[in-house]
């Protein structure tokens, strides 16, 4: 798939849904919100980009303790969703600008910290984002990466991507520990630590977040139903298909 098509998925696939994911408990609740705030906290000068901002969480969560977020997304209707709920808000701080993760809009050194959380998976180029988030990032910047990851295994990680694309055809990959620590390094930024932590998703509501046709939502279910007790117990399926994935936290400086 080309880049131009990938990008007419994404927003295809995102649009139609963008004020669902400014409701979804998945998105909208997080351990990582306080680290986000602890890490910004006492910088009130301090520029933020929130790369794929989604709904906007991240931005809501680190707004009142900056001087400035962009929230940066490639659907405008989920920047549309973002600046009404920030104006709601009285978060005159947040200025929303769209565009690939790839390609970024910004002069070189003009953030201070480059949050991303849950949108790396759809990128299509890892590699040139993580370059461009090291280029706009200042010199001492700080990088945090939130995103659902690969347990690494060949036969979990078939089971993983499989399920994902066939929930979301803009699904990229969701990529192991390993792949982020050498794509990170590769960008010319260096890890500072990096966490595993584990996420419940509801499958009623991960399906009807993003629309899934019927066709597609059963064949997730045959798949679970068909696999081996391995991938059963890693991921903790259950009858109505609601299951458990891995989450990378992952911190890193200029």
Not at 101 to 122: C, G
Not at 160 to 176: G, I, K, N, P, W
Not at 189 to 196: S, Y
């Amino acid at each position: 798939m080309s880049d131009k098509a990938h990008v007419q998925v994404v927003q295809r696939q995102f649009g139609e849904q963008a004020s669902a994911y400014l409701s979804s408990a998945v998105h909208a609740q997080g351990a990582e919100f306080a680290q986000l705030q602890a890490a910004v906290a006492g910088r009130g000068d301090a520029r933020v980009l929130d790369l794929g901002c989604g709904a906007g969480h991240v931005s809501f969560h680190v707004a009142p303790l900056v001087g400035e977020v962009v929230a940066y997304d490639l659907s405008q209707q989920m920047l549309d969703v973002v600046a009404a709920a920030a104006s709601e808000r009285g978060l005159g701080n947040v200025r929303t600008e769209r565009g690939a993760a790839e390609r970024l809009p910004f002069a070189d050194a003009s953030f201070d910290f480059v949050f991303s959380r849950y949108s790396a998976h759809h990128w299509s180029d890892l590699g040139l984002a993580l370059r461009e988030v090291r280029r706009v990032l200042k010199p001492g910047g700080c990088v945090a990466v939130i995103d659902v990851a690969s347990p690494g295994s060949p036969l979990l990680d078939t089971h993983l991507q499989a399920v994902e694309v066939l929930r979301d055809t803009s699904h990229v990959r969701d990529y192991s520990v390993a792949e982020w620590l050498r794509q990170v390094s590769e960008a010319g930024l260096f890890v500072e630590r990096h966490a595993r932590q584990r996420l419940r998703l509801e499958f009623g509501s991960w399906i009807t977040r993003m629309r899934t046709p019927d066709v597609f939502r059963d064949a997730i279910l045959a798949l679970q139903k068909a696999v081996g007790e391995e991938v059963r117990a890693y991921f903790e399926i259950t009858e109505d298909g609601s299951f458990s994935t891995d989450v990378l936290v992952l911190w890193a400086t200029q």
